[in-house]
Structure formats: structure tokens, C-alpha cells
């Protein structure tokens, strides 16, 4: 089983819709979580950290479930600059090492 | 949020040269930083921690004698990939973090051997 899960998509949505990506990790241990977005060709960029409380940041909502060891991420009235692919991340252990999933492709349609 | 630099960011060389690729952390010192490769269409795969004043610890099926790693400061790690082939083509990208666990990343250096 890889450490971290993500449904590769891609999710072809229209524009205004609500979309959800779901991550799974392997390790109990993990520590901390975030959702980072990737444009193409680009370097992976921090969209938000993922707290035990769950956490909201405008349009976007992240959730944790720590009993079945999963991190959501919800979009809501999706734009097209928000086609991107989205990468779930955990970190465990004692220091800074992070392990990536392979990423959820979004394509917003006009 | 913080700002890493990679230098170069695109490089073209010839099948067996050398090619060094540096990670500066610019407004934050980083006991650690990673190095990561990322394909085409693929996910980001960790090749190595590079550790301030030690050895890098490299990820299982990275020959760590073809990229080695030098992190001489708390602000600049370099990657240098030996007798680069074609398969050895990719994105690289170099990441580190800060106080917090978020970690930031370079822009990435794209390295195409022909």
C-alpha cells in the first residue's frame, strides 16, 4: 500500500460547480497534512495546512479523519483558474520529511 | 511565505557531463532540505534529504554516488547530477522549511540531457 493515496483523475468539472478530493495515508503516525496545488510545469505551492479541526479558506475547505486516516479537500463554485492538479501531503517522523501523493488532475470547463 | 531559488532553472547538456543545480533558501535558514524529481505527468518522488554539516540521506534506488549532495550552509544545498544520461532528464525541485512543518519550495530546474 503506498503511503499517501489520491484518485488521479482527472475530475472534468463545469465552471460554478462543488468538487471534493479525498487522500488516504498509511501511517498513524503522520503528523501533519496540507494540500499543496501544482500548475503545470510549475513547482507545487501551499493551498492551505489541514488541521484536526477542519479548516476553511474561502472557496476551499479542508478535513481531517484521523480514524480512517483520510484528508478531504472541498472546492466550492470552482473557477477555471482553479484547474490545476492538487497534491495531498503528509509529514511524519520527527523532522521535516514529506511524502507526496500523486496528485488529483482538476479541469474546470468554461 | 518564505522564497527558495533554484539555479539554473532550465539546462541542456550532453549525455555524460555534470550538471550542478543550487537551492538557496532566501529569507529563512534550513537545517534540511529535500530534493525531489518529478516526470512528466508524474508525482513528485524524494531522492534525498540533504542534512546542514552531514551526509544526505537518499531515498531507496537513488545512487547517491551519481547525485551527490553538499549542504555546506544553512542556506544553499546543491544537487549535482554526474555523468548525466538521457534517462536522467527531469524536473528537479528542491524544497525546505522554515520553523513551521510547511515546507517551500524552489521553482524547479528542468534538465534535459541529450
Known amino acids: 500500500r503506498k503511503e499517501v493515496e489520491q484518485d488521479p483523475g482527472p475530475f472534468n468539472v463545469p465552471e460554478g460547480a462543488t468538487v471534493a478530493f479525498n487522500c488516504t495515508y498509511s501511517?498513524?503516525?503522520?503528523?501533519?497534512f496540507f494540500w499543496y496545488r501544482q500548475d503545470c510545469r510549475k513547482e507545487p505551492k501551499l493551498l492551505m495546512s489541514v488541521y484536526s479541526s477542519g479548516n476553511e479558506d474561502g472557496r476551499f475547505t479542508a478535513q481531517l479523519n484521523r480514524a480512517s486516516q483520510y484528508i478531504s479537500l472541498l472546492i466550492r463554485d470552482s473557477k477555471l483558474s482553479d484547474s490545476a492538479t492538487y497534491l495531498c501531503?503528509?509529514?511524519?517522523?520527527?523532522?521535516?520529511?514529506?511524502?507526496f501523493g500523486t496528485g488529483t488532475k482538476l479541469q474546470v470547463i468554461p | 511565505g518564505a522564497v527558495v531559488s533554484q539555479h539554473p532553472s532550465r539546462v541542456i547538456c550532453k549525455s555524460g557531463t555534470s550538471v550542478k543545480i543550487e537551492c538557496r533558501s532566501l529569507?529563512?535558514?534550513?537545517?534540511?532540505m529535500f530534493w525531489y524529481r518529478q516526470f512528466p505527468k508524474k508525482s513528485l518522488m524524494l531522492m534525498a534529504t540533504s542534512n546542514e554539516g552531514s551526509k544526505a540521506t537518499y531515498e531507496q534506488g537513488v545512487e547517491k554516488d551519481k547525485f551527490l549532495i553538499n549542504h555546506a550552509s544553512l542556506t544553499l544545498s546543491t544537487l549535482t547530477v554526474t555523468s548525466a544520461h538521457p534517462e536522467d532528464s527531469s524536473f528537479y525541485i528542491c524544497s525546505g522549511g522554515g520553523l513551521t512543518d510547511t515546507q517551500y519550495f524552489g521553482p524547479g530546474t528542468r534538465l534535459t540531457v541529450l
Open positions: 501531503v503528509v509529514r511524519s517522523g520527527g523532522y521535516q520529511k514529506v511524502t
Open positions: 501511517n498513524s503516525a503522520s503528523q501533519s
Open positions: 529569507d529563512f535558514q534550513a537545517t534540511t
